[in-house]
């Protein structure tokens, strides 16, 4: 009995070692799978995002849009394409869909607006006065875009012209140290960072395409029309044509950047002259009838009054 009951013993304790084994593998097991799978919905979560998730969706949805409206609207070679490609570069946009985004902008902000007013104007519905402000919303929504461009471009060439005597200044006097042209555009580039980041950020551009591989001029006058100056383009032109005929560089640019520091000293006496024309609608409008009340209201009231 003695000898059942400790061979007894020895099984239970053998089944017992045995199974407390095969859970702890199948427990490693479990706990590695576990760690690869969470691994894996991170690196998909960090890099690709899961393809049934709504984000997923959505993104791949907006991508095909983007890329139909890039295939059947911004890569024709039409004339108004290639303008309004030149208005977005000119506005900051080199991003080559940006053609395709100002559409898509354009069509949902048209859509949007003349829905907003159909359902919020305050009007009957289905009168006619009600059909004529969603057609305004629309029109409004589908020009919105297209003036925003526009005072964009505006601001950006006023900071270029407003920076491009300085931008002269600098290139004579990194001339004068010694530098070449490119160094010159290199380090003007980095001086004029704080105070005219477009203009810079032009600047740079030219010297990445020198650095590719264009000549100067070539570089030069894509500057000129990114930054549409006729001040620039001049400055090309003044450029190739010292290279050309061997003449001094640095003369050449003495002689234009004294010439551009007139034209700016020109601009702001224009201005300055033409204040009190500006001004004298605004006097007329607020500031005349305060006066002419002030001195007539006390004689009317004596009028009114019998006070002579």
Sequence with gaps: ???????????????????????????LVRVKSSVKRRTADLGAGEGQPNSRSLRHSSMKAAARVIEYTQKHYAD???????????????????????????????????IALATLVFFFAPTAPGSPVL?????????AGYLGPSLYLDNRIKARQDEHQQGFPDFLDLLVVCADAGLSMEASLDRVGRELGDSYPSLTANIHMANLEIRAGRTMSEALEHLGDRLGLEEARSFATLIQQSEELGSSITEALRVYSDDMRHKRLSRAEEKAYSLPAKLSVPMMV?????????????????LYTGSY
């Design 1 to 27: 009995m003695t000898f059942l009951s400790d061979s007894t013993m020895v099984a239970v304790l053998v089944f017992l070692a045995a199974g407390t084994m095969a859970f702890c593998v199948m427990a």
């Design 76 to 110: 024709g070679g039409n004339e108004e394409t290639k303008v309004l490609r030149r208005r977005l570069m000119s506005a900051g946009y080199y991003d080559p869909k940006a053609v395709a985004y100002f559409f898509l902008c354009r069509t949902v902000l048209a």
């Design 131 to 139: 059909w004529m402000f969603t057609g305004v919303g629309g029109v």
């Design 286 to 302: 607020c500031i005349f009838p305060v006066i002419f009340v002030v001195i007539l209201l006390p004689v009317a009231v004596r």
